[in-house]
């Protein structure tokens, strides 16, 4: 039966091959080279692979088939003892086999290769070209890496294998079946061929997860903040998927309460990818509370497939409206066309046309081009610098035209050169757009959860409604921040993604919907007339339409091709289009041009000013399919210096990094921006930095000086205009923060004990829980104390975190500590104990107790001693009073009528409740 199955699935592949002018490669990719495993005997190649890939009762290695087996397939396989554990590239998987595996079973004429996996395959880049980051290097001779084992290898044999050959544990994920191991560089090529590594790779530098003393506040990026801390939009109640090969941590306290969990087959459960996607936007800064994200968006896991059924069947079933794909192809870097899945795609974007699919451009820079590209089939022979690898989206399913493609930025505003560039495979514009992460699977879901939270403003100023994906696109691509080249262009797409303008263009801008057929022209709201009173830098109108999906074969994608003008001036403007002809054009200035390739045109007018009329106009220039329906935006952006971060509220810690961000639009380049903040102690405005006037953020280091808690504003001016934040903190975190106890309070459940350390300049404390139930982190009481009781503790597998801010006696509030846990289980619960005994006299001593009520009440407290025969015998009670404090008691008491001690005795005794 699997030969009958692999033999259609054969017929089937070849037939769509054939349709599309492919044929088959088997040389397989990495960014280390290519490897083609060489065909023969599959029952010889099993054996060799049983001489070098046992470990644990299995053999671990490659197998590459001629066509790629179907799920029903891959569980036929795994039934009969050859489990895929993981796709690589070029129809090869890493694969486990058991002893008993007989290779003909499976359909062995079907199956190319059979093999150890090539060291080279298992290394990242870095770690191959021995290129370190500062993470890796623990001194000259000793690497901290992380590796990852088959999740088929025990992890108590793996462990205990590793440590034979020296190498250090640092740190345990059984669930996720990787260790981060310190290992000397002299054994690193043994250790890599061990059979059960599946990857050696480089632990997460500061680039990817921003560490606490210099971290970016990760909404900041996109000016999510502003939206959650001016217009109270955070994307609740908007239904996230993450799209990718592993499932979001459960565990993962930032996510909790907000995951809708899925069983769905993964192909590659031992990877966190998913995990630190949905981290880097959706975090609730629960843990680390500058760690928090763009949205508190419902988050739907795992989505392992990336079919029309399966985003359908989410979307009618889960109300999942927008997805993120922070994956590639392996297979398909710079060769993708548009071909089955970027139509499928497009189809299924214009037939739930609520829904929206986020791609990441993916990292393809600096990678050689395979295949033919479209029109770009020669652009491996002139693309000898970094600079000049273009067309480099990693996958064909990007190439759609329905979706948005993100390149990345840095945390310095700076692009990510690694990020992949367009044109698409026919010319059209890609990426579409770009957003703060570091590499692009990190910028990707910054843009999902954006557009998120627009869905959210939308359903608000529209009585529950949805908007459609097309509108909420156009918005978010008109109102971007013009980086790199002035127009579109083809690392950055229309720019950098700024969610606080397209909040505002969505309040006040037209929301044109316009029916195009083909030969129609038709001029847009006639009513517009003039530009209104103001000062403004631009005026920027685009035109978007969900395309319809085009034939394969077509060597453009475009179907519906509408073009848009602008009259101002006395002349109608055309659109700006970057120059796909000629790999030498790629970066030129983007020019007005007639658009016959996109589907979307962006008309921008410079400096605009008051009482000039304008008009816009659609002309359907080539519409088959037609009426197409377009959605037309305008958006006029003032000449207004905008500080962003901090608004006010936010709270700074002495000798951290911040960053200090702005918008600035219509202003000269030549004179410096002036950053200043409100010294509390001196009453007078304190120079932070003159910042040069291209420049749209600072990083400003805390002074080390303002410890304690100070109240602090930030002010930014240039060229007579300015900004002012509202009221924030400087402040020292409480330190110390720990756990003493956990105990069962004899009535509702278990309780726990908490203390820290006294903060200078603190009036009181807000303590902070993050409990069964809770989406984020909740007030739960206030006290002048440094200790506190937090009461009914989850006593399932859920565990409960508290956070300690300090708040000055004026109001003035600090930032909330990082989190601990509160751990499962009862411990320190002995409530009287014994310290020892000074003062002692044949018949009478000075006993000391240490009481520990953990805020219960206890009275009738006595000492007792053991007579000769080890009875207890009471030496009377210890003083009246009623003890329920949550801190510790220190406790002595003079007792008489002991024994007629001699020197020498020795008497037991102790303290307990009666």
């Not at 070098?52 to 053999?59: C, P, R, S, V």
Request: net charge neutral; hydrophobic share 35%; with cysteine.
């Amino acid at each position: 039966m699997i030969k009958q199955l692999i033999c259609c699935t054969l017929l089937l592949l070849v037939s769509q091959l054939q349709a599309q002018n492919k044929t088959p490669n088997y040389t397989i990719e990495s960014f280390n080279g290519a490897v083609t495993l060489p065909e023969g005997n599959i029952k010889d190649q099993l054996q060799e692979l049983k001489a070098t890939g046992h470990f644990d009762g299995n053999y671990f290695g490659i197998i590459q088939f001629y066509e790629i087996p179907k799920l029903a397939e891959r569980k036929e396989l795994e039934r009969l003892g050859c489990q895929l554990v993981a796709y690589y590239d070029a129809k090869a998987y890493f694969a486990k086999f058991s002893s008993s595996l007989n290779i003909t079973q499976v359909g062995g004429d079907k199956i190319r290769a059979i093999g150890s996996i090539p060291n080279h395959l298992k290394m990242d880049v870095a770690i191959y070209q021995q290129q370190y980051g500062k993470q890796t290097i623990v001194h000259s001779n000793q690497l901290k890496v992380e590796l990852a084992y088959f999740p088929n290898a025990s992890s108590k044999n793996v462990i205990a294998d590793l440590q034979k050959m020296g190498v250090k544990i640092l740190q345990k994920d059984a669930n996720y079946h990787q260790l981060v191991i310190q290992v000397a560089k002299k054994k690193l090529n043994a250790l890599v061929a061990k059979p059960y590594v599946l990857r050696i790779s480089e632990t997460e530098g500061p680039q990817a997860m921003a560490n606490a003393s210099t971290a970016e506040r990760e909404n900041n990026s996109v000016r999510a903040n502003y939206l959650r801390k001016i217009y109270g939009i955070d994307g609740t109640g908007v239904v996230v998927g993450i799209n990718d090969l592993s499932r979001v941590d459960r565990t993962e306290k930032d996510f909790r309460n907000r995951l809708i969990y899925k069983s769905t087959d993964m192909t590659s459960p031992g990877q966190r990818h998913a995990t630190w996607v949905a981290m880097h936007s959706m975090r609730a800064g629960s843990v680390t509370p500058i760690k928090w994200g763009i949205s508190n968006l419902d988050i739907l896991t795992p989505i392992s497939g990336s079919s029309n059924a399966t985003y359908r069947g989410f979307y009618n079933n889960d109300n999942m409206r927008i997805v993120n794909r922070s994956l590639g192809n392996a297979g398909d870097l710079a060769a993708g066309s548009y071909n089955s899945s970027a139509q499928d795609i497009d189809k299924l974007c214009k037939e739930k046309n609520k829904f929206m699919i986020v791609y990441s451009s993916g990292n393809g820079r600096g990678k050689s081009n395979r295949g033919s590209y479209g029109l770009y089939t020669n652009l491996a022979s002139i693309d000898a610098t970094l600079n000049k690898h273009w067309a480099r989206l990693t996958g064909s399913s990007k190439q759609s035209k329905n979706t948005i493609c993100v390149n990345s930025f840095t945390i310095d505003d700076g692009p990510t050169w690694s990020g992949s560039t367009g044109p698409a495979f026919d010319g059209r514009l890609k990426p579409d757009i770009c957003a703060q992460g570091g590499a692009t699977s990190y910028s990707a879901p910054k843009a999902a959860a954006l557009i998120g939270a627009l869905y959210q403003a939308y359903k608000q100023a529209h009585g529950g409604t949805e908007p459609p994906a097309a509108y909420i696109k156009a918005i978010i691509l008109n109102t971007a921040d013009d980086v790199y080249n002035l127009g579109p262009d083809f690392r950055t797409g229309f720019g950098k993604i700024n969610g606080r303008r397209a909040y505002e263009a969505m309040q006040d801008t037209l929301r044109n919907v316009v029916l195009m057929d083909d030969g129609d022209t038709t001029y847009v709201n006639a009513s517009i007339g003039t530009i209104p009173s103001g000062d403004w830098a631009q005026l920027k109108v685009m035109v978007y339409w969900a395309d319809t999906a085009h034939n394969t074969t077509a060597n453009k994608a475009l179907v519906n091709d509408v073009d848009l003008e602008v009259y101002h001036n006395g002349a109608w403007q055309l659109p700006l289009v970057a120059d796909h002809t000629d790999p030498d054009s790629f970066d030129v200035l983007a020019k007005p041009r007639k658009d016959h390739r996109n589907n979307v045109e962006q008309v921008t007018i410079n400096n605009p000013v008051a009482g000039q009329n304008w008009q816009l106009r659609l002309i359907g220039y080539d519409v088959p399919t037609g009426p197409q329906k377009c959605y037309v935006v305008y958006h006029l952006v003032p000449k207004k210096l905008t500080l962003t971060h901090p608004l006010g509220g936010e709270s700074f810690k002495p000798d951290e990094f911040e960053y200090i961000r702005w918008d600035a639009d219509g202003y000269p380049t030549g004179t410096k921006f002036d950053i200043d903040y409100w010294n509390e102690t001196t009453s007078q405005w304190t120079n932070i930095a003159l910042v040069n006037g291209d420049k749209r953020f600072h990083k400003w280091k805390v002074p080390t000086a303002l410890e304690g808690m100070h109240q602090t504003k930030i002010r930014i001016q240039k060229d007579g205009d300015s900004d002012l934040s509202d009221t924030l903190s400087i402040s020292d975190l409480a330190k110390g923060l720990k756990v003493d106890w956990r105990c069962d309070n004899g009535t509702t459940g278990e309780d726990a004990g908490i203390r820290w350390k006294t903060v200078k300049d603190a009036a009181a404390y807000e303590v902070y829980r993050l409990g069964q139930y809770d989406r984020h982190m909740q007030l739960y009481t206030t006290t002048t104390d440094t200790t506190a009781v937090i009461t009914n503790l989850s006593m399932t597998d859920t565990t409960d975190w508290v956070a300690v801010l300090p708040v000055r006696a004026d109001g003035l509030k600090g930032r909330r500590c990082s989190a601990v846990e509160i751990e499962l289980g009862e411990f320190s619960c002995n409530r009287v104990s014994t310290i020892g005994a000074t003062h002692v006299e044949a018949t009478e001593a000075v006993l000391h107790a240490k009481l520990l009520p953990r805020s219960q009440t206890l009275t009738n407290l006595q000492f007792e001693y053991k007579d000769a025969t080890g009875q207890p015998v009471p030496m009377g009670t210890l003083d009246a009073g009623i003890y329920s404090s949550s801190s510790t008691i220190y406790y002595q008491q003079l007792v008489t009528g002991l024994p007629n001690l001699n020197t020498g005795d020795m008497i037991e005794y102790q303290g307990k409740r009666i």
